[in-house]
């Protein structure tokens, strides 16, 4: 399953490197606190979070990480999509909580 | 009583968001230049450019050195004190309790540049400074308190690491000396800083201590008092 398979299946808006969507995930990541991610995600997993401040790609990138989901609405600040473009980190949205975003993902065989 | 134009939240080239302009004696001639009389060098989880600000300021103006600590609730804590000594006693604590993470080959969170008082680079810090400390709120501002500091949150109404934002009330057991607003307007009882971590935002948000001196003391004597004025710099 690719970043582009879920953006597309859970209705995900895209907002940079959309040249990186043919991405592999090889599962999940739900936390809004940075040094859990950094303990426990690994290279190709997709983080939702609601956290939009630019560290949020630092680690994103640093970990391999396939792609970032920003949950509930929340919007990115312009310097975190600045660096998402500069680290061709794909940076999606959605309205859903990230309850329902890690659900629907699990649930599509995200594990 | 004295009064003292203050800017108590800037960072060096060491924190991974500030701009590698950010060197001691660019950062003390800027803060001359907007007429502030004090500064507080508070770097993300570390103090280590902090005795280099001391130097290049020599007594042109008064240095407070600090860190802004990232709390395990990810709050961010505006610790500042007399001497870069006793900063670094809590950038002791704060590396303790920092998770471990590798050097990487490449560094996505900036420079985190350690520099002498002439701005010249001596080093890259690779801890996570970034990342949050295991310190809880009341353990860190215990820990501040017992090496001489002074601890307000920082910009509290932010919401990624303001103290409200996080939390949503200021804990009533917290003893903090203060409050940081920001960001957005001013705030009665609030001090204003800057935050800056380009040259041309130091003193942009400055607070006017009214203060028999500049020690930590006097500064958490003022604050517990309210006796400061904070102001915008458009």
Redesign the interface.
């Known amino acids: 399953m690719t970043v582009k398979d879920i953006a597309e299946t859970l209705g995900l808006e895209v907002l940079t490197a959309p040249e990186q969507l043919a991405r592999d995930i090889t599962g999940g990541c739900v936390s809004?606190?940075?040094?859990q991610v950094?303990?426990t995600a690994a290279e190709g997993n997709v983080w939702i979070t609601i956290?939009?401040?630019?560290?949020v790609?630092?680690v994103a990138?640093?970990l391999e990480l396939a792609a970032v989901i920003i949950a509930q609405g929340q919007l990115p600040e312009n310097?975190t999509l600045a660096?998402a473009h500069e680290?061709h980190l794909p940076v999606l949205t959605s309205k859903e909580t990230a309850f329902t975003i890690a659900g629907r993902l699990y649930e599509i065989g995200v594990r | 009583m004295p009064t003292w134009r203050a800017d108590l939240h800037i960072h060096t080239a060491l924190s991974?968001?500030a701009a590698v302009e950010m060197i001691p004696p660019l950062i003390v001639a800027r803060a001359r230049e907007q007429g502030l009389t004090m500064i507080g060098i508070a770097d993300h989880n570390s103090a280590a450019n902090t005795a280099a600000v001391v130097e290049a300021a020599a007594d042109s103006i008064c240095v407070k050195p600090g860190l802004e600590l990232e709390t395990r609730e990810?709050v961010h804590l505006l610790c500042l004190f007399d001497t870069p000594a006793e900063a670094l006693s809590l950038q002791s604590l704060v590396y303790q309790h920092l998770?471990h993470?590798p050097p990487?080959e490449h560094n996505?969170?900036g420079p985190h540049v350690i520099v002498g008082r002439d701005g010249v680079a001596l080093g890259r810090e690779y801890r996570?400074l970034?990342?949050?400390t295991?310190l809880s709120l009341e353990e860190a501002i215990t820990a501040v308190h017992e090496r001489g500091g002074m601890v307000l949150a920082s910009h509290v109404e932010r919401?990624?690491?303001g103290l409200l934002g996080v939390l949503g009330f200021v804990p009533p057991e917290a003893a903090l000396d203060g409050l940081e607003a920001g960001p957005g307007g001013l705030v009665a009882d609030r001090i204003a800083g800057s935050d800056a971590h380009h040259l041309d935002e130091i003193g942009s948000r400055y607070t006017v201590f009214e203060a028999d001196g500049a020690g930590v003391g006097d500064l958490r004597r003022c604050l517990a008092a309210g006796a400061f004025r904070t102001g915008v710099v458009v």
């Open positions: 809004d606190l940075l040094s950094m303990g956290q939009v401040h630019p560290n790609v630092g990138s640093l310097d660096k680290q | 991974g968001c990810t998770p993470a990487p996505p969170f996570p970034f990342l949050a295991d919401r990624a690491h």
